[in-house]
Every structure is written in C-alpha cells, then in structure tokens.
C-alpha cells in the first residue's frame, strides 16, 4: 500500500507547489508578508505579445501580471520586433573544453532559461556582461529574492558582470513604483531605501500608490515633499521610465523576478529551481558569454 500511495503523494503534492507558489492571470494578487526571505521563492507573470496574444501561465516562482492586481487591470502591450539573429556557433562551441563544459553544466537551454529571440543589445562596454532584473517592489516574490540579488551584487559576483535593476511597467500602480524607485536613486539614496521600500510594502502593508502616501513615507526617512516632487518630475527620471517601459517590451516581460542575460537569455526563479540557482545560473550564462 506504501509503494502504491508515493506516485499519487508526489503528484499532490507537485500540484500544491505550482498552486502556491505562482499565481494565474485570473488570480488578484495583493502584496503580502512573503515567506523568510531567506527561503526559495516564486515570481509575478506579465503581458506581452508580438503575436497573436495567447493564454499566459505563471512559472513556478511568478506572479501573472495578465490579471488584476491589487483591482488594478492589467494592461497589454504590443511588441514590435524584426527578425535579428539571437547568436551564431563558434569554433570554441565545439572544442573539448567546451563539449566538457556542457556536460558539466547544470542548467539546460529550454528547461531552465530560454533565448531571447531577436536578441537584445546591451548597455554595457566591451568585455563586460549585462545583467538584468526586472523586479515589482509590490512583489512579495522578488522581495524574497532581494537579499540573495544583494549579497550576490556586492559580494558574489563575477567582476565582469554588470548588474541592472528594471521596473516592472504593466500598470498604473506599477509605473508609480518605477517612478519611486527612479526618484530614490536621482534622489542619491536608492542602496540606503530600497530594501526599505520592499518591506515597507510587503510587511508593512503600506502599498505607496499614492503621492500622498509615499511624501510621508520618505519624509521618514529625510527626504521632502518638495525634494521629491522635483526629483519625480525630473526629465532624467522620465527618461528612465520611459526606457524601462520600452526594455519592458523588447524582453517580453511574462513575470517578475525575471533575468535577462546579455540580451540573450532569460529565466526566472522557477525555471532555474530556486533563488540560488537562479544567481548560479546568471554566473554560468555571463560567463559563457565571456568566453
């Protein structure tokens, strides 16, 4: 009876992990007290389409942003792409270091990240790796992620690796989030509130969707009603939203957490099988890229 009950055990308890841990296009979701940040996390899923839209669901580890979120409606977007060639084979691809690297590797193409197809340029000097996350300060999966993304950015990444945070642009209350976080860092104090700002949101509850609400909030924290209306309003800030929305759509963003690597492949916290894997993941891909 034992050995007969473990296939249906397992498989419950599969299906338990997929419902928790990610929410469909058709689930509200609000933020909320995560899990210890310190324990795996999941992810938040968004819209995008060059073709014909098709249903969306979430990757283990990510929270759909097709739906409502907070009552707030989601809102498509429309990719324009021309057909670029996503990379090429090199001699090395076929060299005996590399046929032993791949075989050593522990994350496979299509299982635990997918290419980027076109492939996007970066913003980074010759030599160097771009390293991207797109991130929702109202999501509680990428504020579990965050502590690993920091200690990783100061301390365990590779020096060639350049990391880049991207807002989320789907919705209103998203794009008031971008702002926030563009303002802090125009603001010159984004290392000091950032982390401040995910848990202001998820523990706290306090959502920061409104001008109101987040002058007062800073106002803890130094910062003027007046110091921050001109910082938001700043053309250097509107700059960056306005790239973030386009780099937004050139990633066909389907969730948050999300890494993009060099413009060439993406993954999530699901596909990569947890937040550490995910960060040795991003290490495996930039340095391939390398080379």
């Known amino acids: 009876m034992k050995t007969n009950m473990k296939p249906l ?30 324990s795996e996390a999941p ?15 979430a990757e283990p580890g990510q929270v759909s942003t097709a739906g409502e979120i907070s009552e707030i409606e989601d809102q498509q977007e429309t990719v324009d792409e021309s057909p670029v060639s996503s990379g090429s084979l090199r001699l090395r691809d076929f060299s005996p270091v590399a046929s032993a690297q791949a075989q050593a590797s522990r994350f496979q193409q299509g299982v ?6 076109p492939a996007q340029p970066t913003s980074v000097s010759p030599g160097q790796v771009e390293a991207v996350e797109i991130f929702w300060y ?7 992620l965050d502590p690993s993304v920091e200690s990783w950015r100061k301390s365990g990444k590779a020096p060639y690796v350049q990391f880049v945070r991207v807002p989320a642009m789907w919705n209103d209350m998203l794009k008031t989030h971008a702002r926030l ?8 104090k984004l290392e000091e509130l950032h982390p401040v700002i995910f848990r202001e949101i998820n523990v706290n ?33 509107e700059a960056k939203l306005k790239r973030a929305e386009e780099l937004n759509r050139r990633y066909r963003v389907q969730g948050v ?14 596909s990569a099988g947890g937040n550490q894997q995910l960060l040795q993941l991003i290490d495996e891909l930039a340095s391939r890229e390398r080379g």
């Open 43 to 57: 992810a938040v899923s968004a819209p995008v389409a060059d073709s014909p839209p098709q249903a969306s669901v």
């Open 112 to 117: 635990n990240y997918k290419p980027l197809v």
């Open 9 to 38: 055990i397992a498989t419950l308890a599969a299906s338990w992990l997929v419902i928790v841990s990610a929410c469909s296009p058709d689930k509200p979701v609000e933020p909320a007290a995560p899990p210890a940040p310190a």
């Open 257 to 270: 957490p999300m890494v993009v690597v060099n413009g060439k492949y993406t993954a999530d916290v699901g």
């Open 205 to 237: 509850r306090n959502l920061l969707d409104t001008t109101d609400k987040i002058v007062a909030f800073l106002g803890q924290h130094g910062v003027t009603a007046d110091a921050y209306k001109k910082a938001a309003n700043s053309f250097a800030v």
């Open 138 to 144: 109202g999501c509680p999966h990428c504020f579990a």
């Open 181 to 188: 976080f563009y303002t802090v860092e125009a603001l010159g």
